[in-house]
């Protein structure tokens, strides 16, 4: 008996449920794989060319890809760039850093690695390790949500911009593209997208609120916002997060930015193998990109002394010899900083992580506090204190009342001499865009306003007493590390 075209779908699709089905089933139950090692090879690949085993969570189509800067100009000012996408010099045409191809049920895709947030582009160098300050995570996901929901994006229209790039879709493809849209718009019809806002600014983001969420714990009012970190010099951290808040299994902590991608949390552990050979490159291989200006040694090596005794006692120390890093945490009134973050991290986020397995991995202690992070390749890692709100580390070593009140941030011009991003007062502590700012449509780069709750650039003293001299000296030394 010959089935009918609909008979035929609703067959497929039935053992494609199925067989997902069962794939989760059993994902949810069997016993979790023991940690390993890791390998070096494996985890550079996984860093920057794979898609971390989470591409049924969180990829798009290629073809969608190429087209949402050609159909909505609006909400991809300057295409993906704009959202601080980074091409690749090897494939300039082809997906950006921290996005690789993949295969979705057949359909050319691209999905995210670590390398998206964690590599970034500082004094024209791509620096693999350090935070990609030019990425805006919520715009992303503004325009791509906005995108989605409009009706101007339609098979139709992404076959034309795949024509007008030489890459014409077949009939497979563009059913698997008018599926893949009508799966998305009845996604986002189901989820609260109101917490995306243009508060942001490129280079930050809000991982804490987005976990709650993806694991149903209420939002307590806090914002969580905080300055993408660097991924260096991990092997000595007990305590991971802004707050020191996770100790454990470190493959575990750091595969936990999973949940950012709305991928299941159990998926993590099975798959953890991954996460061991990232980690193992993290702390074998990975290693800063040396200050790519002149440094007067013998300046640096007074900042050197200066450093061990005024910011040692939290950072740690550098060598000659071994580094040392005390994972110490200080709390947010003890150090005076913006105090949102440390208190968006909740008691109730325990019980939540504790039933997907977790509870032999890692621990939760949520206090109203932040760790000093270790200081490797901290040149190119401005803005700074935990919510990027200080331009450079010369004006962290600042009195507070001289600290810029409003900047600019997104596709900043690197200053050598301050050691950060360039800040060219128009008023009295308040920066104009940039020469580099200003090269681009003025709605990518992002008023930053200290005075938003979230925002402050208050605290943190250390160092910012010292006579002029002193801090000339450690700036230089600061330029090492």
Not at 60 to 80: K, M, N, Q, S, T
Not at 128 to 139: F, K, S, T, V
């Amino acid at each position: 008996m010959k089935l009918s075209k609909k008979s035929r779908f609703a067959i497929g699709a039935a053992l494609v449920v199925g067989f997902f089905g069962s794939r989760a089933l059993w994902n949810r139950y069997r016993p979790l794989p023991e940690p390993t090692a890791g390998n070096v090879d494996r985890g550079e690949v996984a860093f920057s060319d794979s898609d971390l085993g989470s591409k049924e969570f969180f990829s798009i189509p290629r073809a969608i890809f190429d087209a949402l800067p050609e159909i909505y100009p609006d909400l991809f000012v300057e295409g993906w760039q704009g959202i601080g996408f980074i091409p690749r010099e090897s494939d300039p045409l082809g997906p950006p850093i921290g996005l690789v191809r993949v295969s979705v049920y057949g359909l050319e895709s691209y999905a995210a690695n670590c390398a998206i947030c964690h590599t970034g582009r500082v004094a024209g160098k791509t620096i693999i390790g350090a935070p990609n300050a030019n990425l805006n995570l919520h715009q992303f996901g503004i325009s791509m949500f906005t995108s989605i929901k409009r009706p101007e994006l339609t098979v139709e229209a992404v076959a034309a911009v795949a024509e007008q790039k030489g890459k014409p879709l077949g009939f497979v493809e563009r059913q698997s593209i008018r599926a893949w849209i009508a799966i998305a718009r009845n996604k986002i019809a189901k989820k609260d997208t109101k917490w995306f806002t243009t508060e942001l600014g490129p280079g930050r983001s809000d991982a804490i609120n987005i976990w709650k969420r993806v694991l149903h714990v209420p939002e307590n009012g806090h914002l969580a916002w905080a300055d993408i970190p660097t991924v260096y010099n991990q092997k000595l951290k007990t305590k991971t997060l802004l707050d020191g808040s996770l100790t454990g299994d470190s493959s575990v902590r750091a595969a936990l930015t999973e949940l950012e991608k709305g991928r299941p949390a159990r998926d993590i552990l099975v798959h953890r193998e991954t996460f061991d050979d990232i980690m193992a490159y993290i702390n074998g291989r990975l290693a800063p990109t040396p200050f790519p200006f002149p440094i007067d040694k013998a300046k640096a090596d007074r900042g050197q002394g200066i450093f061990n005794d005024s910011c040692s006692s939290c950072h740690g120390t550098y060598g000659p010899g071994a580094h040392t890093y005390p994972n110490r945490r200080v709390t947010s009134e003890q150090m005076g900083v913006d105090p949102e973050r440390a208190l968006a991290m909740i008691p109730e986020m325990v019980d939540p992580v504790r039933q997907y397995g977790y509870a032999e991995l890692i621990k939760i202690d949520a206090q109203p506090a932040y760790i000093a992070p270790p200081l490797d390749g901290i040149w190119a890692t401005a803005p700074y204190l935990h919510n990027g709100s200080i331009p450079s580390l010369w004006h962290l070593l600042q009195e507070e009342s001289n600290r810029p009140t409003v900047f600019y941030r997104g596709f900043s011009e690197f200053d050598p001499k301050h050691v950060g991003n360039a800040c060219e007062e128009t008023a009295p502590h308040e920066c104009g865009m940039d020469a580099a700012q200003k090269k681009h449509d003025p709605r990518l780069i992002f008023r930053f306003d200290t005075s938003k709750s979230g925002n402050w650039n208050r605290g943190h003293r250390a160092g910012t007493t010292l006579p002029a001299e002193e801090k000339d000296a450690l700036l230089e030394y600061l330029k090492t590390l």
